[in-house]
């Protein structure tokens, strides 16, 4: 059984940093595609970083550029998503999702399996 499990999110203000992780199991890790999105109420859900099998990261919203970084353990089959310089429009839902493909995809249609979300909120 494919599991996808977020954690470390929460409240912070303005100015600080998380770190999400995303801990998976049940597919062979180090051959898959490991994207990070995000849901605000009343929004749609957006790609925010993904990360392919071979460490390539393309990150999807301009607004996170110089921000946001992601990383994969592949010891412990777990991805990371670093978050600085939090700004209050950043908060949503994190959501962590996987698809059969190696390669990185924007559009959350493509992930097959996702994990439950964490929430991040960002005050003032």
């Known amino acids: 059984e494919v599991k996808l499990v977020e954690s470390g999110g929460g409240l912070v203000p303005a100015g600080g940093s998380l770190r999400l992780s995303c801990v998976t199991s049940?597919?062979?890790?180090?051959?898959?595609?490991i994207a990070w999105f995000r849901q605000a109420p009343g929004k749609e859900r957006e790609g925010v970083l993904c990360?392919?099998?071979?460490?390539?990261?393309?990150v999807y919203l301009d607004s996170v550029k110089g921000r946001f970084d992601i990383s994969r353990d592949n010891m412990t089959s777990t991805v990371y998503l670093q978050m600085n310089s939090l700004k209050p429009e950043d908060t949503a839902v994190y959501y962590c999702?996987?698809?059969?493909?190696?390669?990185?995809?924007?559009?959350?249609?493509?992930?097959?399996?996702w994990g439950q979300g964490t929430q991040v909120t960002v005050s003032l």
């Open positions: 999702a996987t698809t059969v493909s190696p390669w990185c995809h924007s559009h959350p249609s493509i992930y097959e399996y």
């Open positions: 049940g597919f062979s890790f180090r051959d898959k595609a």
């Open positions: 990360i392919s099998h071979s460490d390539y990261s393309p």
